[in-house]
C-alpha cells in the first residue's frame, strides 16, 4: 500500500503563522498525550521563532517547554526548525556555538531538525547536519523554495544529491511563501525522486490557495511526508488541514497512519482556544483568507505588506508600481536570492531606496553590502557584475570561505562572562542567541516573577 505520513504543525509553525507565536505552554499541554497516540511522523514543536516568543513575551524558559513536551510525548518523534549557521535567528554563529545548540537541542527531546539556509548555500548547513547526526538525531535538508530562471529542476536535484551525500535522510521542500504551484510540485518531487534515493517532505501555506494541491500533485509524484496543521489553526498563511488531508488520501488508497478520533479530539481541544484567540484579536481573520497577491507580484505577501507600510512611512505610497517593478530587477542583480527573512527585506528596501532617490543603487543598503562580500554565503545566480565592482572595489571579489570561518568560538568565554546568571549550558545558549531578551528573562526569573495573568485562562478545562 502507498503510504504518506504526516507532521503535525500547530505548536510551531501554524502557532507562528496565524498567531505570531504567542501559544502558551498551557494551551496545549494537557492535549499532548493525546497527541502522542495520533499516529503522526512527527510533531514540529520548537525552534523557529517559538524560542525567542517564549522568552521574549510568555515568560516561558524554551529548553524547559521543550523537556515538559518531550514527557508528555514519549513515543512521538519531536521536530524543530533551524536556520543552518544562523540557529534561530539571523546572523551567524561561530561552529562551536551550532554544535552546542544541536546537542542540546537532541538532549533536550527533539528527534528531528529541519536545517535549511535561506540561500540553499549548503556549507551553512553543513555543522548543523553533522552535529545532529553525531548526537543520533534525523537531519532532515531543506531547500528553500523559489523560482527564477537560475533555479532549475536540474540544480534542486543536484542540490539535493549533495545533501544525501552529507548524511541528510530526509529531505524537505519548504515553500515558505506559499507560493509553489500543483504543476512545479509534481515535476520538483518528480526530479528529485530520479536523482536521489530520499523520502520527500513537502511543507508549503495556504496564503495563495494552492497547497491542498500543490500537497496532492506532489503525493501523486511520489513525496512521503506532508506537514498540516489541526483544521482550527489550518489555512490562510498556516499549513492545510489534518484531518481534511487524512480524508483525501485515505479514500485515494494511501495509509497515512492517523487515528481518525484521537486527530478529531486534537482538533476539538484546539477549537476552544483558537476561539479565544479570535475574540482578543490575537488571531486575525485576514491571515485567515487567501491572498493571491505573491502570485500577482511574484513576491511573498508578507513582503509586500512590509513595502506598502515602508512607503506610506516615507509618504511615498504612490510610488508602489514603481517599487513592484524594480524590486524584481533587484533581486535580479543579486543574483536571484529566494526572497525570504533576510533577502526579502534586503530585497524590498533597496528597491524602494533605489525608486525614491531617482537613481539606482545611488545609496546601497548595509546588508546588500554585506551580501555581495559573501557574507551571507554563495548568490544562486550571476550577480551584476557593475554593482559588485561599486561595492567590493576594482577587481574586488566575495569572499570564498563560509562566513563562520572568520568567526572565532564564543561559548566558553560567554558561558564565563555570564557567570552564575547562567544557571546551565542551556542558559548559555539562551543568551548567545538573543542577550537582550535572554537577560531581561534570567533577571525575571531569578526575582521569581509570576507568568502574566493571562496565560492561566481556563483553557485547561
Ligand atoms: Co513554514
Excluded at 537532541?106 to 553525531?134: M, P, Q, Y
Excluded at 535580479?332 to 533597496?350: A, F, I
Excluded at 524602494?352 to 557574507?375: D, F, H, P
Aim: aromatic share 8%.
Amino acid at each position: 500500500m502507498k503510504k504518506v505520513l504526516f507532521t503535525e504543525t500547530v505548536l510551531r509553525d501554524a502557532n507562528q503563522s496565524l498567531i505570531a507565536t504567542r501559544m502558551p505552554i498551557e494551551a496545549f499541554e494537557p492535549i499532548l498525550e493525546t497527541m502522542d497516540k495520533a499516529g503522526y511522523y512527527s510533531v514540529e514543536c520548537w525552534g523557529g521563532a517559538t524560542f525567542d516568543s517564549c522568552m521574549r513575551y510568555l515568560n516561558e524558559d524554551p529548553w524547559e517547554r521543550l523537556r515538559r513536551i518531550k514527557a508528555k510525548m514519549p513515543n512521538t518523534k519531536l521536530q524543530m526548525l533551524l536556520r543552518g549557521q544562523n540557529l534561530l535567528g539571523y546572523k551567524h554563529y561561530p561552529d562551536d556555538v551550532v554544535r552546542k545548540f544541536v546537542e542540546r537541542s537532541v538532549a533536550n527531546g527533539i528527534d528531528v531538525i529541519r536545517i535549511f539556509d535561506a540561500l540553499n548555500d549548503i556549507r551553512n548547513i553543513e555543522v548543523a547536519v553533522d552535529e545532529t547526526l553525531k548526537n543520533g538525531a534525523i537531519a532532515s535538508g531543506a531547500i528553500s523554495y523559489t523560482t527564477s530562471p537560475v533555479h532549475t529542476l536540474e540544480k534542486y536535484a543536484q542540490l539535493c544529491a549533495d545533501m544525501k551525500s552529507m548524511g541528510v535522510q530526509t529531505i524537505c521542500i519548504k515553500d515558505m511563501a506559499g507560493v509553489m504551484t500543483p504543476a512545479e510540485s509534481y515535476d520538483l518531487v518528480s526530479a528529485i525522486k530520479d536523482k536521489v534515493d530520499v523520502p520527500i517532505v513537502l511543507h508549503t501555506h495556504c496564503t495563495t490557495g494552492m497547497a491542498f494541491m500543490t500537497y496532492l500533485k506532489g503525493v501523486e509524484a511520489g513525496a512521503d511526508i506532508i506537514d498540516t496543521a489541526t483544521s482550527c489553526l489550518s489555512g490562510g498563511t498556516s499549513q492545510p488541514a489534518t484531518e481534511t488531508l487524512y480524508h483525501a488520501l485515505e479514500q485515494l488508497g494511501y495509509e497515512t497512519g492517523l487515528k481518525e478520533e484521537v486527530i478529531n479530539a486534537v482538533n476539538n481541544h484546539f477549537k476552544k482556544y483558537s476561539e479565544e484567540c479570535l475574540q482578543s484579536g490575537l488571531l486575525d481573520p485576514k491571515v485567515l483568507k487567501t491572498d493571491t497577491n505573491a502570485l500577482n507580484y511574484k513576491i511573498p505577501g508578507g513582503m509586500l505588506s512590509n513595502l506598502i507600510s515602508q512607503l506610506k512611512q516615507q509618504n511615498a505610497i504612490e510610488r508602489l508600481d514603481e517599487v513592484l517593478a524594480e524590486t524584481p530587477r533587484v533581486r535580479e542583480d543579486l543574483g536571484y536570492p529566494p526572497l525570504v527573512t533576510p533577502m526579502s527585506q534586503m530585497v524590498g528596501v533597496q528597491a524602494a531606496t533605489n525608486v525614491l532617490l531617482g537613481e539606482r543603487y545611488k545609496s546601497i543598503g548595509k546588508e546588500v553590502k554585506a551580501y555581495l562580500r559573501g557574507e551571507y554565503g554563495r548568490a544562486p545566480g550571476e550577480v551584476n557584475a557593475e554593482l559588485e565592482q561599486k561595492v567590493l572595489g576594482e577587481g574586488g571579489k566575495p569572499m570564498e570561505c563560509r562566513f563562520a570561518d572568520t568567526l572565532e568560538p564564543i561559548f566558553e568565554k560567554t558561558k564565563a562572562e555570564l557567570g552564575s546568571r547562567a544557571k546551565c549550558d542551556e542558559d548559555v545558549l539562551s543568551y548567545i542567541s538573543f542577550p537582550q531578551v535572554a537577560e531581561k528573562f534570567f533577571a525575571d526569573r531569578e526575582k521569581g516573577a509570576e507568568r502574566p495573568v493571562k496565560y492561566k485562562i481556563e483553557l485547561i478545562g
